[in-house]
């Protein structure tokens, strides 16, 4: 495969790619489910009303407890 055509792929293969997680982030968010993201080493959450925040929401929480509690 020529390198061209390589870097074609790839750049088509990271379009797909990025489309399809702005879909789940906006699907996820429809549903109530705050999206999560780390920069730097710290998490973030986008909640479904659009507030970026670092606290966790109680979803998440529940789910922790859920998680120790196995």
Same mark, same amino acid.
């Given at each position: 495969?020529?390198?061209?055509?390589?870097?074609?792929?790839?750049?088509?293969?990271?379009?797909?790619?990025?489309?399809?997680?702005?879909?789940? +982030?906006? #699907?996820?968010?429809?549903?109530?489910?705050? !999206? /999560?993201?780390?920069?730097?080493? /710290?998490?973030?959450? +986008?909640?479904?009303?659009?507030?970026?925040?670092?606290? +966790?929401?109680?979803?998440? =929480?529940?789910? #922790? =407890?859920?998680?120790? !509690?196995?």
């Amino acid at each position: 495969m020529k390198r061209i055509n390589k870097i074609a792929l790839g750049m088509e293969i990271l379009r797909i790619g990025n489309k399809a997680v702005k879909e789940a +982030q906006i #699907d996820s968010l429809k549903r109530g489910i705050p !999206n /999560v993201y780390s920069l730097n080493g /710290v998490i973030f959450y +986008q909640l479904p009303d659009g507030t970026i925040t670092t606290e +966790q929401p109680e979803e998440y =929480k529940k789910i #922790d =407890k859920l998680l120790k !509690n196995r």
